[in-house]
């Protein structure tokens, strides 16, 4: 694993030269005006149906969006009867974006990192979190504190960046609303890392998904997303 994360560096520092690498905030900033809140591209839409397909029953539920950003799945989730809802991010440009759709979700919002998270324990009893880990170098820690506001019982699923795309050289490219393109801080977590994660939280993993391109790319036929669904005992 050593050799692979060292891999991985010397491919962002060849990236980074090529063009700046932005930190997920700075990124997320500028981006937020004009977020999409449906998905807007093949990548988005194999990882949405896919974490959908392994979302479990959230009628009746406290259920938090962590990293919510624009509201995608604020918006899918509030269609699903919880009996409370949260959303927090990291971007205030992304909670006031969402903030616009308030009326058809209906969740708090709130500003915290995903290392931090402004909950007491046990507060949910669904946690989704969907394309946000990867920006999170501490990946246990950011499942330990998924662990912490989760109820007995209760599940998380969430995505990530495959890792045989990252190391294939994939960047979280995107565009700005004046049309630039930006390049967003991303981080090589494999499945191990993932499974080691979630178990050192207090979480089994009970089920994943890893979508694979079909469109004209040099990738096609890979998996392009993993998806992990886990519970706490």
């Known amino acids: ?118 909950f007491r324990e046990r507060a949910f009893d669904l946690v989704v979190c969907g394309l946000v880990l990867g920006h999170v170098a501490d990946l246990s820690g950011a499942l330990r504190e998924i662990g912490r506001v989760l109820s007995p019982g209760g599940s998380v699923v969430y995505s990530d960046l495959h890792p045989a795309g990252v190391l294939a050289g994939w960047r979280r490219d995107l565009a700005a609303p004046d049309g630039t393109r930006l390049l967003v801080r991303h981080h090589l977590h494999l499945l191990q890392d993932h499974v080691a994660g979630l178990r050192a939280a207090g979480l089994s993993l009970d089920d994943l998904r890893e979508p694979r391109l079909d469109l004209p790319h040099p990738q096609r036929g890979w998996p392009a997303v993993l998806v992990l669904r886990a519970r706490k005992a």
Request: positive net charge.
């Open 1 to 118: 694993m050593p050799a692979v994360k060292g891999l991985l560096g010397r491919l962002g520092r060849r990236l980074a030269r090529r063009g700046s690498v932005l930190e997920p905030e700075q990124a997320y900033a500028r981006l937020a005006p004009a977020y999409p809140r449906v998905p807007e591209n093949e990548l988005m839409r194999l990882e949405q149906r896919a974490l959908l397909e392994l979302l479990p029953e959230a009628a009746g539920r406290r259920v938090l969006d962590l990293g919510c950003g624009s509201g995608r799945f604020l918006l899918l989730l509030a269609e699903r009867g919880p009996a409370r809802l949260a959303g927090c991010d990291l971007v205030a440009g992304m909670l006031r974006r969402a903030a616009q759709e308030r009326g058809r979700h209906g969740a708090a919002l709130a500003q915290a990192s995903a290392l931090a998270l402004p």
